[in-house]
């Protein structure tokens, strides 16, 4: 488009631009974070019926006598599928961590907004469900702290890595692994 002789829509200034405006208004509206969680329940639930279903044809197979025959086998075509599904618990359970997030996140905007002077931001960072739930003064039981702890723990890195990968050393830039070993 063309805005004065300027192709302003090509110009990657404006688009930046235009991206920081958008997110800056969006992290202040609670609906955009109720939006945001929303999409990421019906994510899971797509998936969580995928892992019902998957297991649904696993446990049939199961109760076929050939596969319990001794020796190996390929694992192939649609049981191969399912076998993949089936390990996305993990990611299943990530996704209801970050829709847990983002609500809290909303309700933390919707309380602290309005007390906000002008120009002030609301800075809102970390995962920590249990930190988020705390400031969004939340009331929550004993059971609820332990279960917003080890989803967080999804969001994180379960959800997303296979091991917790690693833990940054303080100070020099090193990075210990999770055998032990620095690099």
């Not at 919707?110 to 249990?130: Q, R, V, Y």
């Not at 039981?141 to 989803?151: G, H, R, V, W, Y």
Request: hydrophobic share 45%.
């Amino acid at each position: 488009m063309t805005f004065y002789g300027v192709g302003i829509l090509n110009s990657d200034r404006f688009l930046r631009e235009l991206a920081e405006r958008q997110f800056k208004l969006g992290v202040t509206l609670p609906i955009t974070w109720a939006s945001a969680a929303r999409r990421l329940l019906i994510s899971a639930d797509v998936l969580a019926v995928a892992i019902i279903a998957s297991e649904s044809r696993q446990l049939r197979r199961m109760e076929s006598p050939t596969y319990w025959r001794s020796g190996s086998r390929t694992i192939e075509g649609e049981e191969l599928i399912d076998s993949d599904i089936l390990n996305t618990s993990s990611v299943w359970a990530m996704l209801i961590a970050l829709a847990f997030e983002n609500v809290l996140k909303g309700i933390i905007v919707a309380k602290e907004l309005p007390n906000l002077k002008d120009g002030e931001k609301n800075p809102i960072h970390g995962h920590s469900l249990l930190q988020l739930a705390q400031r969004a003064k939340v009331t929550i039981s004993e059971d609820d702290a332990n279960l917003l702890k080890e989803l967080t723990e999804f969001s994180v890195w379960k959800g997303r890595y296979n091991v917790k990968e690693c833990i940054r050393a303080g100070g020099g830039g090193k990075t210990r692994l999770a055998g032990g070993a620095w690099r």
